[in-house]
């Protein structure tokens, strides 16, 4: 997929041609570096302000991954620092992205080197949603734990749930996985119970979309995940860089996406549910950070109760 102006970019977002928390924000990032690269201003005012008004745009494409506000905000930050004239605050613009791009296979090579010393030989993970390369510039989140661990030689079989209405675990994690020959079973997510009950499940691992004070905000079903991880004793573990951090808010101040209807009322174009039913369709639910066993970034391995000491640090 080519886009090649920052209204290109902000309908690839909102149709979700391009998903995952850390691939929306490196995406963000060169909507504005296309701003910048087009631009036609002859002073510095001139292209911060088209700047502004292409992040507005690209701010309004979805409300809940952090990372996406971060990124918008981290490159405006850049051009404002930058001194000099348009033609220096375009370079920089640009050079930002191709670096937030960068820094992000890094991060999530990170996050997998300290997130497989958590997987043992032989262990079945389960996942939910697609935090893989697909969700990100490369490498993923969640799969970038399962990945290491399996580069490093660990024989881990992974439970795919087909995450609806999306159905991102059907279509990209399975395809990821299988392409890089780790063996994936996929389940509906009603099934989810079943093979926890069955004990199929050593440990989850699920991405994050914003990581709160007192909750991870994840791709709709990752609560019901973790309620029956808990009531079965497998460890809950979140892969997810500092980027989708936001410590000032608390889960009640976030928005939640609700989506289209038709996500739910139709698989593809084709209609399963009666014509004129009720929908909702929130595309992210709330997990109380008590369901969290610890969450995996790039700076290592946070359990529970040093992320409550961390938030107390802050606070105090
Ligand atoms: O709506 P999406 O597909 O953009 O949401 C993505 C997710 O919720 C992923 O599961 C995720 O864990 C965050 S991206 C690594």
Not at 82 to 92: N, S, Y
Not at 285 to 313: H, K, M, Q, W
């Amino acid at each position: 997929m080519e886009l090649r102006s920052p209204q290109e970019v902000a309908s690839a977002l909102k149709e979700m041609k391009m998903r995952g928390a850390p691939l929306i924000g490196v995406a963000a990032a060169y909507g504005l570096a296309l701003t910048a690269y087009h631009s036609r201003a002859k002073t510095r005012e001139d292209l911060l302000k088209e700047l502004e008004t292409s992040a507005d745009l690209i701010r309004a494409t979805r409300p809940t991954a952090v990372n996406l506000f971060w990124a918008v905000d981290r490159v405006l930050k850049r051009a404002y620092e930058t001194v000099g004239d348009h033609e220096a605050v375009r370079r920089a613009v640009i050079e930002e992205a191709n670096r937030m791009a960068d820094e992000d296979v890094e991060v999530n090579k990170r996050i997998g080197r300290n997130g497989s010393k958590l997987l043992r030989d032989g262990d079945t993970v389960l996942t939910h949603c697609n935090a893989g390369s697909l969700a990100t510039v490369d490498y993923g989140t969640a799969l970038a734990v399962i990945r290491s661990a399996w580069e490093e030689g660990k024989r881990i079989n992974v439970i795919a749930d087909e995450t609806r209405p999306k159905l991102q675990g059907a279509r990209l994690t399975a395809y990821e996985l299988m392409r890089d020959g780790v063996p994936v079973t996929l389940i509906t997510d009603g099934m989810v119970g079943y093979v926890m009950a069955k004990g199929l499940v050593d440990k989850v691992i699920v991405g994050a979309d914003r990581i709160v004070r007192d909750a991870v905000i994840n791709k709709v079903g990752t609560y019901t995940v973790a309620v029956l991880a808990r009531e079965h004793k497998v460890p809950f573990y979140v892969a997810a860089p500092r980027s989708t951090f936001d410590l000032e808010k608390n889960a009640e101040e976030v928005e939640i996406e609700m989506r289209s209807p038709e996500e739910v009322t139709h698989v593809g174009s084709v209609r399963i549910a009666p014509e004129g039913v009720k929908v909702l369709n929130p595309a992210f639910d709330i997990t109380p950070i008590s369901y969290v066993t610890a969450i995996i970034c790039e700076d290592g391995v946070i359990y529970r109760e040093e992320f409550e000491n961390l938030l107390e640090e802050r606070t105090a």
